[in-house]
């Protein structure tokens, strides 16, 4: 991807989590909200070749302590940030959770789904944030990712309903001249029926309205369904990630 495109990818995605406090320090971008969403409290490299100057780092660290908060960084395996690594692994970090940043276009997330698509809603209802605490998600960390993505300054919101029951969610954030996908959420009992689909074909109708072409989300590497479900949509490996922290 060029220079440009990771950049707005970096912004759109701290964007949409929205955190409480966001600093740029040396090219980094300092996501700092106590919640449980790990994008939202974590430094990411705005370019995939910035140096790893120790000042810089630091820096970052200072701003999160100023806030009580653990200093933790989002780090692309970029070859080129090969320092950035080789100093935090001098400070002391390890990394976790491989996770993947899957880009498409709009037309083809639209395509993934032949059924009647989700319903969409400017602004979520408690339907819709009920399925993030229901059987099977941690009702802590779901309570943290509806009201980071309530707080998303553009955003649409899709819910497939059965009656008065909520069954399948999703977001799509609107910034950088991207849609991102977040929050994508199918009751345990009704998994592997399409529900994801019709969502994701849904937020593609919002993005298509607002004039929006492509599109990202995040996946963890070990998600083998959902990765499935986003290979079909179109999407394609853009880079793989790491979280740093202090062992």
Request: glycine content about 8%; cysteine-free.
């Amino acid at each position: 991807m060029t220079p440009q495109e990771v950049e707005s990818i970096e912004r759109a995605t701290v964007a949409a989590v929205a955190p409480r406090a966001v600093a740029e320090i040396g090219g980094w971008i300092v996501a700092m909200d106590p919640g449980t969403i790990r994008r939202a409290a974590s430094a990411a490299p705005l370019r995939h070749d910035l140096p790893g100057d120790p000042a810089v780092l630091d820096a970052v660290e200072a701003a999160f302590a100023a806030r009580g908060m653990s200093p933790a960084f989002r780090l692309a395996d970029d070859p080129r940030l090969e320092a950035v690594r080789a100093e935090l692994a001098r400070r002391g970090y390890g990394f976790e959770q491989p996770t993947l940043v899957k880009v498409a276009r709009v037309d083809a997330m639209r395509d993934v789904s032949a059924a009647e698509p989700a319903l969409v809603m400017e602004t979520p209802d408690a339907g819709w944030a009920a399925v993030f605490t229901g059987e099977g998600f941690d009702p802590v960390d779901g309570a943290n990712r509806v009201a980071a993505l309530t707080r998303s300054p553009d955003a649409a919101y899709g819910a497939v309903r059965e009656g008065e029951r909520t069954l399948a969610v999703g977001v799509a954030a609107f910034g950088q001249g991207w849609a991102s996908v977040h929050g994508m959420r199918t009751d345990k009992a009704r998994r592997g029926e399409g529900l994801a689909g019709r969502v994701l074909a849904s937020l593609a109708d919002a993005a298509r309205a607002r004039g929006v072409e492509q599109v990202f989300l995040q996946v963890e590497e070990a998600n083998a369904p959902a990765r499935a479900l986003y290979r079909r949509a179109g999407f394609e490996r853009a880079w793989r990630y790491f979280y740093w922290s202090r062992r």
